[in-house]
């Protein structure tokens, strides 16, 4: 019995965690689908960008899908733990199972498709910077969402100060946007001179600096799965021999 209640205490324990992520998940996706100000509806509002861009779009419906299997699990989890019931636990293992094959799958076509994503990337930067030279300063959905982005992420542009060249916005004053400049007076010169980088690069840069922080997570969230569907099994067979 001792044992047993060793393994419904770690039950508990990783679907408390488990419960918890899930709903920061969740709450995260519906955050990025509500909030018009986000970088992802700036992306939406981009016309001819390329039709892969979607899948990067609808990330918050991503987010929100593996946060409620992440609730459901935590659910499955303590239900089974506390009814010691074989059906949600073998439920529970069998989820947990499917989630860490399709997350080593994703990793695995993430590495293989590198190359396509860096080509996609590049497509959108040529879309994005038409987009910015045709309605920044006269589509104010957009000269909102960009100027929101760029003071949030402290960049310029998409690429760089150039994608505001012959926009309506340079035309009409003469300047480019603020957080393109150190400056006060932000001229071309200046925005030359300040070299604000542009939010591309701004996004791969914090990407990069908090890279031992995702791997760190991603490789936590990889013991946590197993050692769940350890403790789930290792409790199902438990129940036989009681």
């Known amino acids: 019995m001792g044992c047993f209640g060793f393994l ?12 918890l992520a899930g709903a920061t998940i969740l709450g995260v996706g519906i955050w990025v689908k509500v909030d018009s100000n986000s970088f992802f509806s700036l ?9 892969e861009l979607n899948q990067v779009v609808n990330v918050g419906y991503l987010l929100i899908a593996v946060g409620a299997v ?24 069998i989820i947990v199972l499917l989630v860490f094959i399709a997350e080593v799958a994703g990793a ?12 996609l990337i590049r497509k959108l930067g040529v879309e994005t910077a038409k987009n910015i030279q045709n309605d920044y300063g006269k589509n104010p959905d957009v000269t909102g969402l960009w100027n929101s982005t760029m003071d949030t992420l402290k960049c310029c542009g998409f690429n760089n100060y150039t994608d505001f060249t012959g926009s309506p916005f340079v035309t009409d004053t003469n300047k480019y946007p603020s957080p393109c400049c ?11 001179i300040s070299a ?7 996004l791969v840069s914090l990407i990069d600096e908090n890279a031992v922080v995702i791997i760190a997570v991603a490789l936590g969230i990889a013991v946590l799965e197993i050692s769940a569907m350890v403790v789930s099994m290792s409790m199902y067979c438990h129940i036989d021999s009681k």
């Open 8 to 19: 419904k205490i770690m039950m508990f324990a990783f679907n408390g965690i488990i419960f």
């Open 43 to 51: 992306l939406d509002k981009i016309p001819g960008a390329p039709e």
């Open 70 to 93: 992440l609730l459901l699990l935590g659910f499955l989890g303590c239900c089974g733990a506390i009814k010691e019931s074989k059906c949600m636990l073998l439920l529970f293992f």
């Open 108 to 119: 695995v076509v993430i590495l293989v498709f590198k190359p396509l994503a860096e080509d």
């Open 182 to 192: 150190t400056s006060s007076s932000c001229t071309e010169t200046n925005a030359q």
């Open 196 to 202: 604000v980088p542009g939010c591309l690069d701004k």
